[in-house]
């Protein structure tokens, strides 16, 4: 079955970096867009970033542009996602989630991961 | 941006149980919604998506409605198992929005 895993999460200071990584298993990876979307601490979600199935397309939340970097291999079936310039505003959750395309038109978070906790303070 | 607008943000209710959840757009978005279940430390479900066609496993007892800018998601019957925050997302037009979160409990 489908399986999404991510890691790399922890605890860092404001103004640093971190890496998060997604594996993926039980679908075909290099197949589909993939995206992360985090929870922070009481509230909601938050798309933060896509990429294409073939990693040349990317998007970027506003809230992150410039300072997020979304990447994949998929040679290795993972997804990442680099963090520079960490604020206390980028404590959440993050998760990744594959995206599936119903009748052409219809785009769904169709997979989703545990998640992976981030907490930037001092 | 699209706002997504959800409400109640939380409500209580008991097994057996037929709620409704409701969820706005600020601007038309035809029926390009989707929701999904969110229980603490698991990953998220999707349960409906293009507003009313139920995603492929989930119960029977979750449907959906709407077009344009009102839309509901209804639960009956309610299984011990749906105590969770169910959250509505739009996919008109990036960025991809979600409501703030509706908690079932």
């Given at each position: 079955?489908?399986q999404?895993?991510?890691?790399?999460?922890g605890?860092v200071?404001?103004?640093?970096?971190?890496r998060?990584?997604?594996?993926?298993?039980g679908?075909t990876f290099?197949?589909?867009?993939?995206?992360?979307?985090?929870?922070?601490?009481?509230?909601g979600?938050?798309?933060?970033?896509?990429?294409?199935y073939?990693g040349?397309d990317?998007?970027?939340a506003?809230?992150?542009?410039?300072?997020?970097?979304?990447?994949?291999d998929?040679?290795?079936n993972i997804l990442?996602?680099?963090?520079?310039?960490l604020?206390?505003?980028?404590t959440a959750?993050?998760h990744c989630?594959?995206?599936?395309?119903y009748s052409?038109?219809?785009y769904?978070?169709d997979n989703?991961?545990r998640g992976?906790?981030?907490t930037?303070?001092? | 941006d699209?706002?997504?607008?959800?409400?109640p943000?939380?409500l209580?209710?008991?097994v057996?149980?037929?709620?409704?959840?409701?969820c706005?757009?600020?601007q038309?978005?035809?029926?390009y919604?989707n929701?999904?279940?969110?229980k603490p430390?698991?990953?998220?479900?999707?349960l409906?998506f293009?507003a009313?066609t139920?995603?492929?496993?989930?119960?029977?007892?979750?449907?959906g409605?709407?077009?344009?800018?009102?839309f509901?998601l209804?639960?009956?019957?309610?299984?011990?198992?749906?105590f969770a925050?169910?959250?509505?997302?739009?996919?008109?037009?990036?960025?991809?929005t979600f409501?703030?979160?509706?908690?079932v409990e």
């Open positions: 079955q489908v999404l895993v991510e890691s790399g999460g605890v200071q404001p103004g640093k970096s971190l998060l990584s997604c594996a993926a298993s679908f290099s197949r589909y867009a993939m995206h992360w979307v985090r929870q922070a601490p009481g509230k979600l938050e798309w933060v970033a896509s990429i294409s073939a040349r990317k998007d970027y506003e809230s992150v542009k410039g300072r997020f970097t979304i990447s994949r998929n040679s290795k990442y996602l680099q963090m520079d310039s604020t206390v505003e980028d959750v993050y989630a594959n995206e599936e395309i052409s038109y219809y769904v978070f989703w991961g992976t906790l981030v930037v303070s001092s | 699209i706002q997504m607008t959800q409400s943000s939380s209580s209710a008991s057996g149980d037929t709620i409704t959840i409701t706005r757009a600020s038309n978005i035809r029926s919604l929701w999904y279940q969110l430390g698991t990953a998220p479900k999707v409906i293009a009313s139920l995603h492929s496993g989930g119960p029977s007892r979750f449907s409605t709407g077009s344009g800018t009102d509901t209804t639960i009956t019957d309610l299984q011990p198992d749906d925050t169910y959250y509505c997302q739009q996919r008109y037009s990036d960025p991809r409501g703030q979160g509706t908690r």
